[in-house]
């Protein structure tokens, strides 16, 4: 069955992957750019191009999410988007010394959470979408989730965008919107071992307090969190198991 997923993040390894196995399954996908042709010219010609929205503006705007949120007049869609795969994020500035925004994970999700409202409350749009959110690993509030070699490195060389995610992560958690937070392990470039090498996933469910499962690793690559969004999230028989679940990934 076709869903329509809203991409935020689309350029980036993560949102790639995802948006390019979606496109490929036949799913209608809407993706919101700052510059439309970074993310058009990587689209391969075979594309349906029926299949691929691109609407320009920040993900910070409410306005340019609300944008994205709403059916194009050609689209068969009444309500909003069945998926949200928010997968923003900042790069480290060499100008600024740190990151190039340090809260741009929270204000981005707090920007997608007030679209939401705008698009039921203004337009009358019905529907609760799935926001599939990237953040990472170490953030966890129930134990230790990496590897102790990297404890060093998550609490002091990452700690400005973990603080970020985490914020990211507690204005989900507090909404009544529908979720799964997704924490890969620290990336590396490039699928490892070909497309399908084994991912594992531990849960947690962060209502409740209780971890259910568990899953410590080192790495993982961008191509295969996306992979892994894809058949776990977008498709998937039990993606509703995920609900309101943190994923912890890793090889």
Aim: glycine share 8%.
């Amino acid at each position: 069955m076709s869903k329509s997923i809203l991409f935020l993040g689309a350029t980036g390894g993560v949102g790639f992957s995802a948006l390019q196995r979606s496109l490929a399954a036949g799913h209608a996908c809407t993706a919101l750019c700052r510059t439309p042709s970074t993310l058009s010219s990587r689209i391969p010609a075979e594309v349906d191009q029926k299949l691929l929205r691109i609407e320009e503006g920040n993900a910070h705007d409410v306005d340019a999410v609300l944008r994205a949120l709403l059916p194009s007049p050609s689209s068969p869609r009444q309500g909003l988007p069945d998926v949200i795969l928010f997968s923003i994020g900042a790069y480290f500035s060499m100008a600024k010394m740190g990151m190039e925004d340090a809260h741009v994970c929270e204000n981005g999700i707090k920007t997608v959470l007030a679209a939401l409202q705008k698009a039921r409350t203004e337009h009358n749009l019905q529907g609760k979408p799935r926001i599939v959110a990237l953040s990472s690993t170490g953030v966890s509030d129930l134990g230790r989730d990496v590897p102790l070699l990297f404890v060093p490195l998550y609490h002091v060389g990452l700690k400005v965008p973990h603080k970020d995610k985490k914020a990211m992560e507690d204005a989900l958690v507090k909404s009544e919107e529908e979720w799964t937070i997704v924490r890969p392990s620290l990336f590396v470039d490039g699928a490892k071992d070909g497309p399908k090498r084994e991912i594992r996933a531990g849960k947690e469910d962060p209502i409740k307090g209780v971890v259910e499962s568990k899953a410590v690793g080192y790495t993982i690559s961008r191509e295969d969190v996306g992979r892994w969004i894809f058949e776990n999230l977008i498709e998937g028989e039990k993606a509703g198991e995920w609900l309101r679940r943190m994923a912890a990934i890793t090889y």
